[in-house]
Structure formats: C-alpha cells, structure tokens
C-alpha cells in the first residue's frame, strides 16, 4: 500500500511546486508594477500582501491564483465563452493562423516605440485566452526598450485561466473592463482585439500621446462560414464574432494591406474618441480542412444555435477556404 501512496504524493508535490512557481513569478512581477493597479472598488491603490494577495487601504482583498493569474473581479460574472473554446481558440493559434493580423499590430507598436523611453507597458483589454498578446510581446523588435511590459485582463475567467499557462512574462488579470483596476495614465498601448470597448476607461488609461490600436471584422470576415450555417450574408460581422478559425500546417497564406478611410459606426466613434486615426486594413485566406476546420466551426459564435449533427457534417466535408477581413484602426489620445 505504501507504494502508490508514495507515487501520489510526488505527483501531487510536483503539481504544487509547479503552481507554486507560477504563484511566486506572478507575485514578483505584481510587485515591480503594483503601482499601476488601483481597487476595482473603492479606486485606491493595490499593493501586495505577501506573496498571495493584493490589498487596498480600504481591505479589499484580491487572490494570486495558482494557475497564473490574479483575480480581479468584485462580483460574480457568466460569459458565454466556456473553457472548450478557448481551449481551440488558443490551439489555432499555434498554426500562426493570425499572423498576418499580429505583424499588422506589431507593426503599429514598433512605430510608437521610438518615442518612448523606458519601459513600454502594453495592455491587451479583452485578450481571451492571451494567444494575441504572448505573440505579439514574442514578435516585438525594440532594442532601446529597457523593459516591455504586457498586462491582458478578461472578465471570462475560463480564458484567463489559459492565459495564466501560456508562459508569456505579461501580468493576466480576471477583470471587468467596466470597472478596470488601473491607475490614471498607466499605458502607452491598449489593444482591443474583437472585443466590446469601452472608450471612457481606455481615455483613462492611456498615458499622454498613447496609441489605441482596435481591430474590428471586416464585411467579408469568414462569410464561408457564415454562409454554410446563415445563409448568404444576412448577419453582417460584428465584433462579437470572435477571431474563431484554424488552419492546417500546409495551408497556403495571401495577404493585403492597404489603408481605407473610416468607415461605419465603430469606425466614427472612434474617430470621435482619438486623434490622428489610421485604418488599415489586412485581408487574407486560408484552406482549412480535417480537425482544424472542425475547431474553426466549433470557436467561432457563428456556431452558436447551430444543431451538433449540422457541426459535424460541415466538418466531415473536406477542405474550405476561409476570408479573414480585418480593420486595425488606431488613434493618439486626443486631450
């Protein structure tokens, strides 16, 4: 009997010292940054309590999670968004099937780098399960940058859980946008990435002259997929869509870049919002066929009411090509 109570206890003691790894990175860097996270509560600042918490004057006490992140939502929350897809959703990305998306935004940081001394701290404000963020701190290309700090925050706590195991050196946060846990002028780049926005606190919390950078669905993002499941294009992309497909290793990738002037509505509030707007906009297709083309219908909520039988034979058809149309619009904050 001794025999798999010993087994159980290192498995056991392996998994703790793992987390406990994670717990005591996390904590380091929350410590070095403390200064930039205020109480979601009662907006006075956070500041560590030993190696587990953060705490405000007023006692408001926020948990270090084992699993790499820190739990900054006040009150309960449901997401629509399950452990499941973000599970796909953050495998697809390994296929660097958003590529040519994440150097369109590298792109844009790395013009605004130069004017930036110091450390250049990055928040990505909805970043799921924190596939888009780790590729784009992997991809920067700064030499004179003494430090580059990431922090991505989603109120789908499933998606931070993920982020929190993608072994990127950011800061993942469960938080809810509508009450972020920042300081006043904390960023020189927020990223909003086929999220709901919310420009009052992105004016909060961007530092003087700081780049907002929002990407919304194009007019043909993935109409195949709209198509085989809602007919034609009757329901036009929103941003509620979600980046949602996959590709296979071999698939063959055509992009286009080119700038457009703002249009629709998401396009004229943001001009309303920020200064010196810039869209661009990137457009490219991929063949996607066996497992990956089943993640690609099962991620996106285009899926959603979709009868399993129906999921299933669309997946069972064979090889598909995907658009994906994107506008990368971005602005300085405008005093």
């Known amino acids: 009997m001794s025999v798999p109570f010993s087994f159980n206890a290192k498995r056991m ?100 780098a130069p004017s930036r001394s110091g450390e250049l ?72 990435i086929l999220s709901p926005a919310n420009y009052q606190e992105f004016q909060r919390l961007l530092r003087h002259d700081g780049l907002m950078i929002k990407v919304i669905p194009g007019s043909r993002y993935l109409q195949e997929i709209r198509a085989m499941f809602h007919g034609g294009d009757e329901n036009r992309p929103s941003s509620a869509d979600g980046y949602t497909v996959d590709r296979p290793a071999s698939a063959t990738v055509s992009t286009t870049g080119r700038h457009v002037p703002a249009t629709g509505r998401t396009s004229e509030l943001f001009g309303r919002k920020f200064g010196g707007i810039d869209i661009q906009h990137v457009e490219y297709d991929m063949l996607v066929a066996g497992e990956a083309l089943e993640h690609l219908l099962r991620m996106s909520p285009l899926s959603w009411g979709v009868p399993e039988a129906a999921i299933r034979k669309a997946a069972e058809q064979g090889p598909l090509r995907v658009t994906f149309d994107y506008d990368v619009l971005s602005g300085r904050l405008s005093e």
């Not at 888009?132 to 290309?141: D, E, R, V």
């Open 121 to 192: 701290r990055i928040l990505d404000a909805g970043c799921g399960e924190g596939s888009h963020l780790a590729a784009i701190l992997s991809a920067l290309q700064i030499p004179d940058a003494s430090d580059i700090l990431g922090i991505g925050m989603d109120i789908a706590k499933e998606g931070i859980r993920l982020a929190g195991k993608t072994g990127a050196p950011a800061i993942w946060c469960a938080a809810d946008l509508a009450g972020s846990p920042f300081a006043d002028r904390q960023f020189d780049v927020i990223l909003n």
């Open 13 to 112: 003691n392996g998994v703790f010292m793992v987390h406990n790894a994670k717990l005591t990175v996390l904590a380091g860097l929350i410590s070095r940054h403390e200064h930039l996270f205020r109480c979601p509560i009662c907006s006075t600042p956070l500041k560590m309590d030993g190696s587990r918490s953060m705490i405000c004057g007023s006692k408001h006490c926020f948990d270090l999670s084992k699993d790499g992140y820190v739990n900054l939502i006040p009150h309960a929350v449901r997401s629509k968004y399950n452990k499941e897809l973000f599970t796909s959703r953050r495998e697809t990305s390994l296929h660097g099937l958003f590529d040519p998306l994440i150097d369109a935004i590298r792109d844009k940081i790395e013009d605004v």
